[in-house]
Every structure is written in structure tokens, then in C-alpha cells.
Nanobody
Framework: QVRFVESGGGLVQPGGSLRLSCAPS????????AAWYRQAPGKERELVAV???????NYSDSVKGRFTISRDNSKNAVYLQMNSLKPEDTAVYYC?????????????WGQGTQVTVSS
């Protein structure tokens, strides 16, 4: 059974940084596309960043220049480095991955990790 588990969320002050991690069990990330989504209270889930199987990387306009998606196949993990955090970045962040091509969403979802940006 394939599962993805996120970690690294928490409470951070505005302007601060966090790095989220996502690691699978039951599979390896090599050959998978991966993405990060987020969902704030009362809002729909939105795409934050995506790394496709062809190597294309896209970011939402709201995080471009502040967030970076990366992957380390040797550690079988995908990351989301979040810098210059703002209160509006507060949300549950979800890892999404799968062997599909295109921009997603993909087959597997993590359980989510809470990110709260507040002073």
C-alpha cells in the first residue's frame, strides 16, 4: 500500500521560513511527479507548486519567488521550502504525487500538515 507522509509544519512568525517534507512508503519517488497543495479554512484546495515527470516546475502566483519545490531521489523525499511567510500562507499543506504525466493532481495524497503564520 502506497502512503505519503508530510512533516515540517508548525507555527512561524511573518517573514519566517519553514521546510515541509514528504516521503512515501511502499514506493519510490523516482519516476513520480510531485506537487504541494494547500487549503485554508473556508477555501478550496489550491495548487502551490508542482514538479512534473518531465522536469517542469510551476508555482502559483501567490508563492512565486518565495517558495521552492525540490526533490531528493536519494532520500526518497520531496520538499517545499517556504520563505518570507505571510499570514495568508496559513493553511493545511498536502503532498500530492503519482506516476502520471501532466500538471496533476496525481494519484496519491498525504494527510496534510498545518502551517500557521502569526505573530
Amino acid at each position: 500500500q502506497v502512503r505519503f507522509v508530510e512533516s515540517g509544519g508548525g507555527l512561524v512568525q511573518p517573514g519566517g521560513s519553514l521546510r515541509l517534507s514528504c516521503a512515501p512508503s511502499g514506493t519510490i519517488l523516482d519516476g513520480y511527479a510531485a506537487a504541494w497543495y494547500r487549503q485554508a479554512p473556508g477555501k478550496e484546495r489550491e495548487l502551490v507548486a508542482v514538479s512534473t515527470r518531465s522536469g517542469r516546475i510551476n508555482y502559483s502566483d501567490s508563492v512565486k519567488g518565495r517558495f521552492t519545490i525540490s526533490r531528493d531521489n536519494s532520500k526518497n523525499a520531496v520538499y517545499l521550502q517556504m520563505n518570507s511567510l505571510k499570514p495568508e500562507d496559513t493553511a493545511v499543506y498536502y503532498c500530492n504525487a503519482g506516476p502520471q504525466y501532466g500538471l496533476g493532481p496525481y494519484e496519491y495524497w498525504g494527510q496534510g500538515t498545518q502551517v500557521t503564520v502569526s505573530s
